[in-house]
């Protein structure tokens, strides 16, 4: 079982600029001690939800815009009020979240990123990345390339997200409904110098979609064991009107597990302390890679960690995937 550490991606922290960190140009420079975020970051995904908000404009109730990379929906006729300045009573504009480019990078899922056949990126991460994780995923290939400045093309990989699960026969591979596994990780890419890493999500004729996209560098907490439970919480509602009636509003639902794991006995004061330190941040559980469904991105609810024996010690985790 690995857990996924996030590289912070924000807009503040992007620098939408070309890349110098190609094999032979000068090396990527990182302070010690620099915060964990990403160095420089390039896209295909068009930052144009909107017209920017002016201060000049007079905008009637319903008119959208967008400012500092988020997206706003004016609920008064109004002039000269930033929708990100000091909330009003009653409120001037709703917070309709982050724009299309930065959705994949909020840390919710059912934010998605879409664009036109694919969606693209360059990364400089500024640090060793050795992971990436997709979640809300809608495409027909993944393509990574990772570019060390100093060995040049150090990893190069196309994989595609489409799941295989109940593909038993020739009759059911060509006629079976094609299926994509919305959550999907890619492990042990080479830790190069800080590099580049490239990105592609491609769904020729159609949207390409990422509802979360996680870089960073995965630690091991030990072996996922059988016994380990999945299901989801579902937020919907079902109630019945005066009449008996069944009224549905269907809402999104978050995934969940309690993973038992085995680790080795010298490492339990190990997975204590990183457990411990990361007990109030997202991150990427995954139980086994090649099943879906023991990949969640969220929060851990508790952990227990009984030492059973001088070599292998029980541990039971109780994960809360985002929604």
């Keep these: 079982m690995r857990i996924i550490e996030p590289v912070e991606i924000a807009p503040g922290m992007a620098v939408m600029e070309a890349f110098l960190v190609e094999p032979n140009a000068e090396p990527l420079v990182v302070q010690v001690g620099q915060a964990f975020q990403v160095a420089s970051l390039l896209t295909n995904v068009p930052e144009a939800d909107y017209d920017v908000w002016v201060s000049s404009k007079d905008y009637a109730i319903g008119d959208r815009v967008m400012l500092e990379h988020r997206t706003y929906e004016a609920l008064v006729a109004n002039n000269n009020k930033a929708p990100s300045g000091t909330a009003t009573d009653p409120p001037t504009w709703l917070d309709l979240g982050p724009t ?121 907490l030990g072996e996922a064991l059988y016994g380990t439970s999945v299901g ?43 457990l411990s330190k990361h007990r109030a941040r997202p991150l990427v559980w995954i139980g086994e890679a090649s099943f879906q469904s023991t990949i969640l991105y969220g929060y851990y609810k508790e952990f227990n960690l009984v030492i059973s024996g001088p070599t292998a010690s029980d541990c039971s985790i109780s994960v809360e995937g985002l929604i």
């Design 100 to 220: 299309n480019r930065w959705r994949m990078f909020d840390d919710k899922i059912g934010t998605v990123t879409t664009n036109p056949e694919s969606i693209s990126l360059t990364i400089a991460p500024g640090r060793a990345v050795d992971s990436l994780a997709f979640f809300g995923l809608d495409a027909a290939s993944i393509y990574v390339r990772v570019v060390d400045p100093y060995q040049g093309i150090v990893y190069e990989s196309s994989v595609s997200p489409v799941s295989t699960d109940g593909i038993n026969d020739w009759y059911e591979y060509f006629f079976a409904p094609v299926e994509v596994n919305e959550d999907f990780v890619l492990l042990d890419v080479p830790v190069g110098s800080y590099g580049s890493i490239e990105i592609k999500v491609a769904k020729p004729a159609g949207i390409a979609k990422v509802g979360a996209l996680i870089l960073g560098k995965a630690a091991v």
């Design 232 to 274: 989801i919480t579902d937020y919907s509602r079902k109630d019945r009107d005066d009449f008996g009636n069944t009224v549905i509003v269907e809402r999104d639902y978050s995934k969940r597990a309690d993973f038992d794991v085995m680790v080795p006995t010298s490492m339990v004061s190990q997975v204590q302390r990183l």
